[in-house]
């Protein structure tokens, strides 16, 4: 079944950058692009940008450009969310998400669909 | 972009219930809709896409509907494994964005 399995929690001081992977398994890599959202405490979701698995694109939310950068590797079929400059607002849940259509579906290469599987959720923590 | 507003925040219902969450867009959006459920310690889980298209695999009790600006996810029959929080997202234009949430709790 399709699956995407993340990396595990984090701590990390402010002003650090953190790595969180997802590893997908299931389907073709390369068919779909990836998304990563997260979920800080008392807030709603939040959706940080995607890739695509394919050629490797990638598109952020405006909020989180500049600290951001998502990557994947199609030899171990794992996608990267690499966040810097750390700070205590960055306390969250982060989630991996496939996107639902594959990207042959897509004419302009904007990925914006719904998100089924989701991965299991990689708890990042900022303290000092 | 787009702002999405769920209403209520809190639900009190019964097992048995029929209830409904509404999900507002500040503008409109089709029928470019989703409605999650999430568990505690959970990641969430699709219900509804496309407004009203239910997922494979979800009970048929859950139903969605609206167009361009008003949206509804209505139970029509909770049953305990329903007690949880519930989120809308729009897909209709970059950046896709979700609801605040919605809690339902048992009365």
């Known amino acids: 079944q399709v699956q995407l399995v993340q990396s595990g929690a984090e701590v990390k001081k402010p002003g650090a950058s953190v790595k969180v992977s997802c590893r997908a398994s299931?389907?073709?890599?390369?068919?779909?692009?990836i998304h990563w959202l997260r979920q800080a405490p008392g807030q709603r979701l939040e959706w940080m940008g995607w890739?695509?698995?394919?050629?490797?694109?990638?598109r952020y939310s405006q909020k989180f450009q500049g600290r951001v950068t998502i990557t994947r590797d199609t030899s171990s079929t794992t996608a990267y969310m690499e966040l810097s400059s750390l700070r205590s607002e960055d306390t969250a849940v982060y989630y991996c998400?496939?996107?639902?259509?594959?990207?042959?579906?897509?004419?302009?290469?904007?990925?914006?669909?719904?998100?089924?599987?989701w991965g299991q959720g990689t708890l990042v923590t900022v303290s000092s | 972009d787009i702002q999405m507003t769920q209403s209520p925040s809190t639900l009190s219902a019964s097992v048995g219930d029929r209830v409904t969450i509404t999900c507002r867009a500040s503008q409109s959006i089709s029928r470019w809709l989703a409605w999650y459920q999430q568990k505690p310690g959970q990641a969430p889980n699709l219900l509804i896409y496309d407004a009203s298209s239910l997922e494979s695999g979800v009970p048929s009790r859950f139903s969605g509907s609206g167009s361009g600006t008003d949206f509804t996810l209505t139970i029509s029959c909770l049953q305990p494994d329903d007690f949880a929080t519930y989120y809308c997202q729009q897909y209709n234009s970059f950046p896709v964005a979700f609801g605040q949430e919605t809690t339902l709790e048992i009365k």
């Open positions: 998400a496939r996107d639902s259509r594959a990207i042959s579906y897509y004419r302009s290469g904007n990925f914006l669909s719904w998100f089924v599987p």
């Open positions: 299931g389907y073709m890599f390369t068919n779909y692009a």
């Open positions: 890739i695509n698995a394919a050629n490797g694109n990638a």
